[in-house]
């Protein structure tokens, strides 16, 4: 990352912030250009699990090229130029995570199943029940991670004057993904 004040480390927060978001972007090499492809997932331990259909763009490139990118993402608060009175060009408090990886076919039934009910349990209540063979007609997959880095973008590079009239001004326009962003620069600025 090229920025190094924005760099955020703490894996558990990480592995929390990736099983809460509702999906991702998978990258995948392509001869003529990549192919970027949302999905939902979860993250265990190092690996993100994804499932889709054993056919398509996506499948078939997986086949061919394992090396693959994901990131997802959270926006906050959208900072206007007006907040500094025009000395700034407008940006986006946010938080996100890039992985890169090497993608591997599961085809073990019992671990498919497993998988399977990892994303389920992240998108639906405790009362899913998983009936056997529901796997079976279904392609999963797991990245395992290579590299990973997470990015919390909230003013971090400003002066403490700047960050008092942010603050000011997210408060006032007061919604909750400001309030949020508030959060994260006093946490930020310990």
């Known amino acids: 990352m090229r920025r190094d004040e924005f760099v955020f480390e703490d894996r558990a927060y990480i592995e929390k912030f990736l099983n809460s978001i509702e999906f991702g972007v998978l990258a995948i090499p392509d001869e003529l250009r990549a192919y970027a492809v949302p999905i ?59 992985i890169e990886g090497k993608f591997e076919v599961v085809t073990q039934s019992q671990k498919k199943k497993q998988m399977l009910e990892a994303l389920v349990r992240k998108y639906e209540d405790e009362s899913f029940i998983f009936k056997d063979g529901q796997e079976k007609g279904v392609f999963t997959g ?49």
């Open 40 to 98: 939902s997932f979860c993250f265990h331990q190092d690996e993100l699990y994804f499932h889709g259909a054993k056919s398509g763009r996506k499948y078939e490139l997986l086949k061919k090229q394992p090396k693959v990118s994901f990131s997802a993402s959270k926006p906050y608060s959208y900072i206007p130029s007006s907040f500094l009175n025009g000395t700034m060009i407008p940006t986006q408090f946010f938080f996100s995570v890039f």
């Open 142 to 190: 797991i990245i395992r991670v290579e590299t990973l880095s997470a990015k919390a973008k909230f003013g971090q590079n400003y002066n403490d004057e700047k960050i008092a009239i942010l603050i000011k001004e997210l408060e006032n326009r007061g919604n909750e993904l400001d309030l949020q962003s508030i959060e994260w620069i006093k946490k930020l600025r310990l």
